[in-house]
């Protein structure tokens, strides 16, 4: 096959590509250029050094390489979807959206103008015997299907994953034996494709600090946080309120944005608004055959996040409810759920609106 080899510079994206050589396919690597950090957000943004690693990787394996700028599409398809999500109040995750609207989408737009059959990643996850599913990769420990739930059938099928089948120290050994450059490299820690930078600062570089009020349950003040924006449902760390009882801290249960309040509370297991069963689906995307009935699967709320079992409801117009069997910790709107049979990811939906347990 002649397959397009996402190359991000790192680890996981090289020898993906080395394995496609081996199996004797004509791969050409390409890096997408969707960031350069023109407005100099605190943070390191290695597109130059990553451009440089993939490169050589790709002379190291005697294959063509192209970097193809998708600057404009990442800010359109990814940027202003992240922005919008936390001006309007929600959690986006812009990782999922980067995979379905960049590497999958315009990117893969680019490879089958040049005649590709399918573009393959770094990701550890398996396809199916079918070529037509997603299943968990091999190492639970960094298993990333949850990044593609919101993938599309058609996505699916020209979709590649050589490593699902390595854990990650084996993935490295085998980087080594091959000689790569990248083979030791860090893992990048930071948002899909722009680097080192911290959600917060890239958040405050474009979404003004509106102050207001923190509060607990009952309504009292116990403190002024910075900007709802900067603040996630079930956050523990860095809220700026300290707990005078011993080993209990405080946890954001709620933000009221007509308010501009922060709400918080001591965690506990029976802690109000941190706990919930029930909630309302939107968005709904397939992976295969589309949710057109009521089953029970297993639901993600978040990466590295176990999946509990759920009951699973269609409302119609791409909304479903879901009912979980055991109460799941800060449910968060916005936020993408991964829905899976077993260890096959069958898609994915963002939630819209939590019912709290009492």
């Known amino acids: 096959m002649k397959i397009l080899a996402a190359m991000s510079g790192g680890v996981d994206s090289s020898v993906a590509t080395a394995l496609l050589v081996q199996e004797g396919h004509e791969v050409v690597g390409a890096y997408m250029k969707n960031w ?27 294959i063509e390489f192209h970097v193809v700028n998708l600057m404009r599409e990442y800010r359109e398809r990814v940027v202003k979807y992240l922005l919008e999500g936390y001006q309007d109040g929600i959690t986006p995750n812009p990782d999922v959206m980067c995979n379905r609207e960049m590497k999958f989408g315009v990117l893969w737009d680019w490879a089958k103008e040049r005649g590709f059959d399918a573009i393959a990643t770094g990701h550890y996850a398996k396809k199916g015997s079918d070529e037509l599913s997603i299943l968990r990769g091999a190492d639970p420990n960094k298993d990333q299907t949850y990044f593609l739930a919101m993938m599309k059938p058609e996505q699916v099928h020209i979709s590649r994953f050589p490593i699902g089948h390595l854990l990650k120290p084996e993935l490295r050994e085998e980087a080594r034996k091959l000689g790569l450059k990248t083979a030791d490299k860090k893992d990048s820690q ?25 509060v607990n349950l009952e309504g009292k003040v116990l403190g002024e946080h910075r900007g709802l924006h900067l603040y996630t449902l079930g956050q523990r760390k860095g809220i700026g309120v300290a707990s005078n009882l011993y080993k209990q801290a405080y946890v954001v ?5 007509e308010k501009n309040e922060l709400v918080i509370a001591i965690e506990r297991p029976d802690t109000p608004l941190l706990w919930a069963r029930k909630c309302t689906l ?43 069997a055991q109460p799941q910790r800060a449910l968060t709107p916005g936020q993408i759920c991964a829905l899976y049979e077993n260890d096959r990811l069958l898609g994915g939906a963002v939630f819209e609106h939590i019912d709290y347990e009492s």
């Open 36 to 62: 350069i950090n023109e407005e100099n957000i605190v943070g390191h943004c290695p597109w130059e050094e990553d451009i440089v690693d993939a490169r050589a990787v790709a002379d190291q394996l005697g």
């Open 190 to 214: 930071g948002i899909c494709f722009i680097g080192e930078v911290k959600m917060e600062d890239f958040l405050r570089t474009f979404v003004e600090d509106k102050p207001g009020p923190i």
């Open 253 to 257: 249960v709620a933000k009221h944005h």
């Open 282 to 324: 939107t968005g709904l995307s397939t992976t295969g055959l589309p949710f057109d009935a009521p089953r029970l699967l297993q639901a993600q709320p978040r990466y590295r996040c176990p999946a509990g079992d759920a009951e699973f409801r269609p409302l119609g117009d791409g909304r479903a409810e879901l009912i979980y």
